[in-house]
């Protein structure tokens, strides 16, 4: 059963949204983002993803150019195994209804995590290079948490970089106001180094060089940083 550990109205606004995003070398856009659903394995547990509103302002944040001949670009939100099906109802009722805080009121009062249950974050990043067919290189890193008491996984996954961007502003190091999270070496490695005093470690993966096949699902096994 897949549960809440926040408000619902996110999750229905994001699924709502136009997606964008590379596959197969091309441009793609969908109004129906769980329409184009792709399987993703970690740690030997299948999941499924879709695109999450528009991914491709995000391939300048990672130093990649518009000539880069990206053959897959996707910022996704990760789901467990049969979410899609799951969710059929809920999918069918975004398709023809505008009333999204009366549906996550709902899925609030009858889908919300209990005291005793935990909740779980997942996030991951992968980035693979090719030449022709092979795989030259290849990095994924990952963040997995499970809530721990009454502090959600999701809180803490959230509010404890808050933190530190707030300390990163009132030190001096940031001009006040609103603005993208950091991009310095230094400064990246320090909120890791934070995160990890809060036991949230990165998990690195790098792999050998393969034959790329398009059609073989995402993999990952776990490994602190």
Same mark, same amino acid.
């Given at each position: 059963?897949?549960?809440?550990?926040?408000?619902?109205?996110?999750?229905?606004?994001?699924?709502?949204?136009?997606?964008?995003?590379?596959?197969?070398?091309?441009?793609?856009?969908?109004?129906?983002?769980?329409?184009?659903?792709?399987?993703?394995?970690?740690?030997?547990?299948?999941?499924?993803?879709?695109?999450?509103?528009?991914?491709?302002?995000?391939?300048?944040?990672?130093?990649?150019?518009?000539?880069?001949?990206?053959?897959?670009?996707?910022?996704?939100?990760?789901?467990?195994?049969?979410?899609?099906?799951?969710? @059929?109802?809920? &999918?069918?009722?975004? *398709?023809? +209804?505008?009333?999204? !805080? %009366?549906?996550?009121?709902?899925?609030?009062?009858?889908?919300?995590?209990?005291?005793?249950?935990? @909740?779980?974050? &997942?996030?991951?990043? *992968?980035? +693979?290079?090719?030449? !022709? %067919?092979?795989?030259?290189?290849?990095?994924?890193?990952?963040?997995?948490?499970?809530?721990?008491?009454?502090?959600?996984?999701?809180?803490?996954?959230? +509010?404890?970089?808050?933190?530190?961007?707030?300390?990163?502003?009132?030190?001096?190091?940031?001009?006040?106001?609103?603005?993208?999270?950091?991009?310095?070496?230094?400064?990246?490695?320090?909120?890791?180094?934070?995160?990890?005093?809060?036991?949230?470690?990165?998990?690195?993966?790098?792999?050998?060089?393969?034959?790329?096949?398009?059609?073989?699902?995402?993999?990952?096994?776990?490994?602190?940083?």
């Amino acid at each position: 059963c897949y549960k809440f550990s926040w408000s619902p109205l996110g999750v229905l606004q994001a699924l709502k949204n136009t997606a964008r995003f590379i596959d197969n070398g091309k441009i793609k856009t969908t109004q129906k983002p769980w329409k184009h659903i792709f399987q993703f394995e970690y740690n030997n547990e299948l999941f499924e993803a879709y695109p999450n509103r528009d991914s491709l302002q995000y391939i300048e944040e990672y130093g990649l150019k518009d000539d880069a001949r990206l053959h897959t670009f996707i910022r996704g939100t990760i789901r467990p195994s049969g979410w899609v099906n799951a969710w @059929d109802p809920i &999918l069918k009722n975004l *398709e023809k +209804s505008t009333q999204l !805080e %009366s549906l996550s009121k709902k899925l609030w009062e009858k889908y919300r995590y209990t005291e005793t249950e935990r @909740d779980r974050v &997942l996030l991951y990043v *992968e980035l +693979s290079a090719f030449r !022709e %067919s092979h795989c030259v290189w290849s990095k994924a890193l990952a963040i997995h948490q499970f809530g721990k008491g009454k502090e959600t996984a999701m809180a803490r996954t959230v +509010s404890l970089p808050t933190s530190f961007a707030v300390g990163y502003i009132l030190s001096g190091r940031a001009p006040y106001g609103v603005s993208g999270a950091p991009n310095d070496r230094l400064e990246v490695s320090r909120w890791l180094r934070l995160l990890k005093k809060h036991d949230i470690a990165v998990l690195d993966d790098e792999y050998e060089p393969y034959y790329f096949d398009p059609s073989t699902t995402w993999k990952f096994r776990e490994q602190s940083l």
